[in-house]
């Protein structure tokens, strides 16, 4: 199967803050195709740099040049979505000079960039002042309850909608959505914050102050998993948890063809792990690991 031909479409975090890691695994991915599963791609790498007033869902440390990768993300056909996803936007933040820079940059992409968004202040804005980026609306908006889920869906603004990750396994709810509706689901599916967490809208909102520079206090996670920081071992145990398996076995019969991997703010040695389990045969994990230990400097300390 060509890699166009693909039935599922990966969404892999980073797009700034794991460049260097993306500059050694996309050329592995493209050249040794036959090492990973023919019926997934790559889709589209999503981020932010640092210092972005609009910035949110994580507080971003991306450092890389943004010319650089937009190139890059050019040169293997894969879709540039700037995380533009703080809650907290007022009026006066439309006028960001580096943000407006990066959507003027990125708008220029041979592959259509999106934007994933939160506030709708901001999606009015970009839907005026840059048309040839996509919206993507954004998990931080915490919607749990499935009708505010659909009504998302049904928005004609969004070529994407994240649910929240609790709604995953609503496969009753989900079954009487329209395929059309179906092709706009982007499933988050390794996430590893506590199923039943009540303070996720709160700690994102946190985010959302520090990005606009505002001296706050660390959101501190009650839940009885937020002390130990993210664990995929633990990730895997979580009742929303979407493995392989349940890709081909359960959500592409059913039609879904869209998943996000969460992981912006991990390191590249736990971004490579993610790629190993969700795209990569079993039989050429360890040529992979040996390609990208021994072509770049994984964070591994």
Request: aromatic share 14%; charged share 25%.
């Amino acid at each position: 199967m060509k890699s166009n031909e693909a039935l599922v479409h990966f969404h892999l975090p980073g797009l700034f803050e794991f460049y260097e890691f993306y500059r050694v695994f996309l050329p592995l991915f493209h050249t040794h195709r036959d090492w990973f599963y023919p019926w997934c791609d790559i889709a589209s790498i999503y981020g932010s740099p640092e210092g972005c007033l609009w910035g949110g869902g994580r507080t971003s440390d991306g450092t890389a040049d943004a010319q650089d990768v937009l190139f890059l993300m050019d040169e293997f056909g894969i879709s540039s979505r700037l995380t533009f996803s703080n809650s907290l936007l007022e009026t006066e933040h439309l006028s960001d000079k580096k943000c407006n820079s990066l959507c003027r940059l990125f708008e220029k992409s041979k592959v259509p960039g999106g934007v994933i968004v939160h506030s709708p202040l901001l999606a009015d804005y970009l839907k005026k002042n840059y048309p040839q980026l996509y919206l993507v609306s954004s998990t931080t908006k915490v919607l749990t309850d499935f009708g505010d889920f659909k009504k998302e869906l049904e928005n004609p603004d969004f070529k994407y909608v994240v649910p929240d990750f609790r709604l995953n396994k609503s496969f009753e709810k989900l079954d009487t959505l329209s395929q059309e509706e179906k092709d706009k689901v982007e499933f988050l599916c390794n996430e590893c914050c506590d199923f039943g967490c009540s303070s996720r809208k709160a700690c994102y909102e946190n985010v959302s102050r520090k990005n606009l520079g505002l001296s706050v206090p660390d959101h501190k996670c009650t839940s009885s998993l937020g002390d130990g920081g993210y664990r995929f071992s633990l990730a895997k145990k979580n009742p929303s948890f979407i493995s392989v398996d349940d890709i081909l076995n359960i959500y592409l019969p059913r039609g879904f063809s869209n998943y996000k991997i969460e992981g912006r703010g991990l390191g590249s040695a736990v971004l490579l792990e993610f790629l190993l389990y969700y795209m990569t045969k079993p039989e050429y994990q360890l040529q992979v690991r040996e390609e990208v230990y021994l072509d770049s400097m994984l964070d591994l300390f």
